[in-house]
């Protein structure tokens, strides 16, 4: 695979969870590489890596994968409900930033101070 594939690979493999950088990734690979634990090959312009003798041995003696350890327990449905809420809750007030006047952006931007300091009231358990 290439650097990118892997960050997609690792990203589905762990739910979602987790989704390593390229600035993670790329590093990685070529302290990888310099270890002699994979090798690369440029084709069509793209550098693909594959475990040597040496790193799959190494893969097979380690932990277990991290991205099985991201995704484990995690409530999916209930991180999806958070993601739909968050993204709408942006969208909405990204439309009146846009869209509205300023007195509407003014208020849009009250909501969005009063709604973040009611969930901090909720960890510290007041109403």
């Known amino acids: 695979m290439h650097g990118y594939e892997m960050i997609q690979e690792i990203g589905e493999r762990s739910g979602g969870a987790w989704k390593p950088s390229p600035g993670s990734v ?43 350890e991201a995704g484990r327990g995690a409530d999916w449905e209930g991180v999806n409900e958070i993601r739909q809420a968050g993204f709408g809750l942006m969208e909405a007030f990204g439309q009146v930033w846009k869209t509205g006047s300023a007195d509407q952006r003014k208020k849009a931007l009250a909501v969005i101070n009063d709604a973040r300091k009611k969930l901090y009231l909720i960890l510290a358990d007041e109403h």
């Open 26 to 68: 790329y590093p990685t690979l070529q302290l990888l590489e310099d270890e002699g634990l994979i090798i690369s090959a440029s084709e069509g312009g793209k550098k693909l890596f594959t475990l040597t003798e040496s790193g799959r041995g190494e893969a097979e003696s380690g932990p277990e994968a991290p991205w099985e």
